[in-house]
């Protein structure tokens, strides 16, 4: 069990050492997903594509690695099926960096809030708000690491099949 807010039923979740603890790190997780919670309730439209395309990115992704080892069986763009086959597996697959994309925003943006209303509401010292930004900048980068990868995951199929107008075959 991690640390999140489900938008589907309005219920925000901590973990055991997040939920039990009052270090700047837990209070910066805490605020963060609180962050989530006021995206909801003030209707922030990245939050909003973002759960709509979560079935989208599920039911794409999961079958992509299928399609697109089907489409490389078939020498990929070097025939017409496999050229097909290739273009709907890539197509497939982008609908999750699509999804690691559109988290980007909501995620900078639920800390922004965490950050802001820790020291609005004088939870935090200034140096201690420092603490709880460096947790958070660490956990954004870790959604940039996954959109690279994601990223970098589409473009080496694209061109392992030959739709990037690379190799053939
Ligand atoms: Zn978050």
Do not use: C
Request: hydrophobic share 45%.
């Amino acid at each position: 069990m991690t640390d999140h807010y489900d938008p589907r039923t309005k219920t925000l979740r901590l973990s055991e050492p997040v939920y039990g603890s009052n270090s700047m790190a837990a209070l910066g997780v805490a605020a963060h997903e609180v962050g989530h919670a006021i995206q909801d309730s003030t209707g922030y439209a990245p939050l909003k594509f973002r759960s709509a395309w979560v079935p989208v990115a599920n039911k794409g992704g999961g079958l992509s690695m299928i399609v697109l080892i089907a489409a490389l069986f078939m020498g990929g763009a070097a025939t017409a099926g496999g050229q097909t086959l290739a273009t709907i597996g890539v197509v497939m697959f982008a609908t999750t960096t699509v999804f690691t994309l559109i988290t980007l925003p909501v995620e900078f943006d639920a800390s922004r809030r965490a950050l802001r209303s820790l020291e609005a509401g004088g939870y935090v010292s200034s140096t201690e708000l420092a603490g709880a930004r460096k947790v958070l900048n660490a956990a954004a980068m870790t959604y940039v690491a996954a959109f690279v990868t994601s990223l970098l995951t589409l473009v080496y199929w694209a061109y392992r099949l030959g739709l990037l107008g690379g190799r053939r075959g």
